[in-house]
T-cell receptor, first 117, second 112 residues
């Protein structure tokens, strides 16, 4: 299995809703990442997890809450979002976030397209 | 902030080589250069990466200048399916982790 699987593919939520995005990989990768991509813009890094621990938070608002329950799974919990949070949310994984074994390609999922109404 | 500069758009004819340039004049000695592409807002697709030596795989070649301040991605025989946004990325270190910070990318149009 050489894929990163993201679910759901599409999500519409209200500003008072709580929802979660899920990301899964079975490549034995120990680093996982969340990116946000607005239309016609490059992906922006949100969070980096290394060995199931949060190592980088790119000053993301607290209404986005990441969770890494195990080495194969990464969640992004959403609460009280704003319409401007509508975007494509991408998950990625790599063998590691540091060290020589990090010097390989990063694998991205197809993303969850989120619309906040 | 991204450490790379790319032309916003390029085009080439189908069957010809596509040469995509990237400037990264502030790159540090141990920072890798990665190339990804993205088609129709799908997830970015890994193409190639390198540190200082030229690299080649089944998709492309990466030529890095000796001073490492710029690089060129070469698609040897472009097809219509190579139309995409191509991102040149310098992987940077922060605390104990690496991270890929995307720049603006080059929109490549392959013409029939």
């Amino acid at each position: 299995d050489t894929e990163v699987t993201q679910t759901p593919k599409h999500l519409v939520m209200g500003m008072t809703n709580k929802k979660s995005l899920k990301c899964e990989q079975h490549m034995g990768h120990r680093a996982m990442y969340w990116y946000k991509q607005k239309a016609k813009k490059p992906p922006e890094l949100m969070f980096v997890y290394s060995y199931e621990k949060l190592s980088i938070n790119e000053s993301v608002p607290s209404r986005f809450s990441p969770e890494c329950p195990n080495s194969s799974l990464l969640n992004l919990h959403l609460h009280a979002l704003q319409p401007e949070d509508s975007a494509l949310y991408l998950c990625a994984s790599s063998q590691a976030a540091t060290g020589a074994i990090a010097n390989y390609g990063y694998t991205f999922g197809s993303g969850t397209r989120l619309t906040v109404v | 902030d991204a450490k790379t500069t790319q032309p916003p758009s390029m085009d080439c004819a189908e069957g010809r080589a596509a040469n995509l340039p990237c400037n990264h004049s502030t790159i540090s000695g141990n920072e890798y250069v990665y190339w990804y592409r993205q088609i129709h807002s799908q997830g970015p697709q890994y193409i190639i990466h390198g540190l200082k030596n030229n690299e080649t795989n089944e998709m492309a070649s990466l030529i890095i200048t000796e001073d490492r301040k710029s690089s060129t991605l070469i698609l040897p025989h472009a097809t219509l399916r190579d139309t995409a946004v191509y991102y040149c990325i310098v992987r940077v270190a922060e605390d104990s982790s690496y991270k890929l910070i995307f720049g603006s990318g080059t929109r490549l149009l392959v013409r029939p």
